[in-house]
């Protein structure tokens, strides 16, 4: 047996089969600014309040570590999806608590297994342990706050005489625990997600994701009010920069971007599914060759009424 399988064997309980897992992100995770845009080290906080007034999001670093990055939260995203399938499958007892190995962690989310990545995977558990999050969420007419980490605890462990990486536990806090085993309270998400390689365009598919959804019309929003959604720190005009250029690559899985306008002429975005853009399209090319096919019968009717006409004209009368 190699040492590959010997060291998966006591996990095997625990390890869902990448192939059969379904990426699940939480509804209400996805369209409001809870992680750092940045792989830089991000000290400011990420303040949101909702249109109405009613939503407020506060999350705040721990200075020797940062705010928990989009990146972070694939660990998250692993986690949730995990535990549904567990909870799909008809298991009584979910834990928080799940165990598994770094190499599969990272495999499962698409990262690099070399030296670096064990460092940075300790320092992804870092942040989101220590990041604190402050939310009205979850009761926002009882003003009622929940302030938690995303993480309660993990452990990594290492062979003790090779220091190779080997088991990691880690422990989701009760609020992401809670909000995951609400009914409906997941979405699916595509498994190219996990190889954007931008900030915000992570932040933008999970924004589209939660609005628009399937809907056949697709989504609209305004540039200011997708500014806000993301977290973004630079001002502005540089996300409006930045969300140009991702118009242009149209690189995101799932939905197509366009510009758009509301109807007090304000700038904003379209989102809409790839499917549904295509069979849109199809749908108004079709429409629009059976209008130019109706134009020429049209056209051909009134041809072949003149040129009867003509010819009754020319058609000698007969004998008086």
């Not at 599969?104 to 940075?120: N, Q, S, V």
Request: some cysteine; hydrophobic content about 40%.
């Amino acid at each position: 047996m190699s040492k590959r399988a010997i060291r998966n064997q006591e996990f095997d309980l625990f390890i869902p089969q990448v192939a059969d897992l379904a990426w699940k992100d939480q509804r209400e995770l996805m369209e409001r600014p809870f992680f750092s845009l940045g792989k830089r080290k991000r000290l400011k906080p990420i303040e949101y309040v909702s249109p109405d007034g009613d939503v407020h999001v506060r999350v705040s670093a721990n200075p020797q570590f940062g705010i928990a990055t989009i990146w972070d939260a694939d660990i998250l995203i692993w986690a949730t999806s995990h535990l549904n399938k567990l909870r799909d499958r008809g298991d009584n007892d979910i834990p928080r608590t799940i165990h598994t190995t770094s190499y599969d962690l990272l495999k499962a989310i698409h990262r690099d297994t070399g030296g670096t990545a064990y460092r940075e995977l300790q320092a992804a558990l870092e942040r989101l342990q220590s990041t604190t999050i402050e939310t009205s969420l979850r009761a926002p007419k009882r003003n009622k706050r929940a302030q938690f980490g995303w993480l309660d605890e993990w452990t990594l462990d290492s062979d003790p005489v090779t220091g190779a990486p080997r088991g990691l536990t880690l422990t989701l806090s009760n609020w992401v625990y809670e909000g995951l085993m609400r009914d409906r309270a997941l979405l699916t998400l595509h498994p190219d997600y996990f190889l954007l390689t931008g900030g915000l365009e992570r932040a933008i598919y999970r924004i589209a994701r939660k609005h628009a959804g399937d809907q056949a019309d697709g989504w609209t929003c305004r540039v200011s009010v997708l500014y806000d959604k993301s977290g973004s720190e630079g001002p502005l005009k540089q996300f409006t920069y930045l969300l140009k250029k991702i118009i242009a690559a149209d690189s995101l899985p799932d939905y197509a971007l366009t510009h758009a306008t509301t109807r007090d002429g304000a700038a904003a975005i379209h989102f809409i599914r790839r499917d549904a853009a295509e069979r849109a399209r199809i749908k108004a090319e079709l429409e629009a060759m059976a209008a130019a096919d109706s134009r020429r019968a049209l056209e051909d009717a009134r041809a072949a009424t003149l040129d009867a006409r003509m010819e009754g004209r020319r058609r000698p009368s007969g004998d008086q």
